[in-house]
């Protein structure tokens, strides 16, 4: 049996957007402190690329800010300055492949509106003592 990780449904979903391939870049920013976890990463990323995604696989050495820390490494490259729009997705996000089909035109037809904030699901399949009632 052939165990899927997390982090390849993640970047799998994220790749599998449906999207013009020439209209979106997927960046996996990886700020895991296990090597272990960052060769398999940047070999899952490897492996979309060359499948023709435009995928770029950023390190970042260190996590403060955290999430904010996150968002502000990964607009620092040149790539993305030239992005209309970003969708930001944590490690176990697994968007529906009509995302951005579903979430863009809000922004399009809004302009007022300079975010959407989706409904999610964890990647994981346990559930969070955050979501219990009887906790």
């Given at each position: ?29 990886d ?12 070999v899952e ?8 995604v ?9 996590r ?25 997705f ?46």
């Open positions: 049996m052939f165990d899927v990780q997390v982090y390849q449904l993640s970047i799998g979903a994220a790749c599998g957007l449906a999207w013009p391939s020439d209209r979106i870049i997927v960046q996996v920013l700020d895991s402190t296990d090597p272990v976890i960052k060769e398999l990463v940047q990323c490897q492996r979309w690329a060359s499948k023709g435009n995928i770029k696989y950023e390190v970042r050495d260190n403060r800010g955290y999430k904010a820390g996150a968002l502000r490494e990964g607009m620092k490259h040149a790539y993305v300055r030239g992005c209309d729009l970003v969708a930001i944590d490690a176990d996000f697994q968007p529906d492949p009509d995302f951005l089909c579903r979430a863009v035109p809000f922004l399009i037809h809004n302009p007022e509106i300079a975010l959407v904030q989706a409904r999610w699901k964890f990647g994981t399949s346990l559930p969070s003592c955050l979501l219990c009632s009887d906790v």
